[in-house]
């Protein structure tokens, strides 16, 4: 009887052990704490950028592309509260008009150059809401506001969305590239309308690594 609660209690022991590790592997995969650190740090900074230039000091729109595109990368963040109001799965470009560039999956390429399919980064300003041919049927255009991302507008760069983005992360795997937009799925390309349509400033949008 003493053996058999003995081995009972290691049992549980174990099931504990292995549960705690499974609730620390999930957290860590999930929220790493220096790309936390940086998109807080990348909030305070863009709301002091808001504030000076004009922009809605109430929320922006955040793009890591040091994070895996299989892995929730934009965020509207709540620059008041200092907290994220929404996450989601941002695609990058292509580069496929670059040589020996195409499909830059793991390792993102940037251009700021005309007909390359590469994503720019740098600070954006969140234009007019237009038509699009692509997801939901709206997209918005983008002006870029830093020497990395000027030709943006001009390389009909937009925020856009397309039915085949998942909806939820997809690590390891990847999700689809773009021709150089920040692309999302239809559901958070709504979830972003919410935000931007009622806007009577315009809205700062980021993409760095």
Request: aromatic share 10%; proline share 4%; glycine share 4%.
């Amino acid at each position: 009887m003493i053996y058999t609660l003995f081995k009972t209690k290691k049992r549980m022991k174990t099931r504990l052990l292995n549960f705690t590790l499974l609730i620390l592997l999930t957290v860590s995969f999930t929220c790493s704490p220096s790309t936390t650190d940086t998109l807080k740090v990348k909030a305070k900074q863009a709301a002091t950028f808001c504030k000076t230039k004009g922009f809605n000091t109430d929320f922006c729109v955040l793009i890591d592309m040091s994070i895996h595109s299989g892995k929730n990368r934009l965020f509207i963040y709540d620059l008041k509260n200092d907290s994220i109001i929404s996450k989601a799965l941002c695609a990058h470009g292509s580069c496929s008009n670059l040589p020996g560039k195409d499909e830059t999956d793991t390792k993102p390429t940037f251009s700021n150059t005309h007909e390359t399919l590469c994503s720019s980064l740098g600070k954006y300003k969140i234009g007019k809401r237009g038509y699009s041919n692509w997801g939901v049927h709206f997209n918005y255009k983008l002006h870029g506001l830093e020497a990395t991302n000027s030709n943006a507008y001009a390389r009909t760069i937009v925020l856009h969305s397309w039915e085949e983005m998942p909806n939820k992360e997809v690590y390891p795997q990847n999700c689809p590239n773009s021709w150089g937009c920040p692309m999302v799925s239809d559901q958070q390309m709504r979830t972003l309308d919410k935000h931007l349509k009622p806007s009577k400033k315009p809205v700062l949008l980021w993409i760095y690594k």
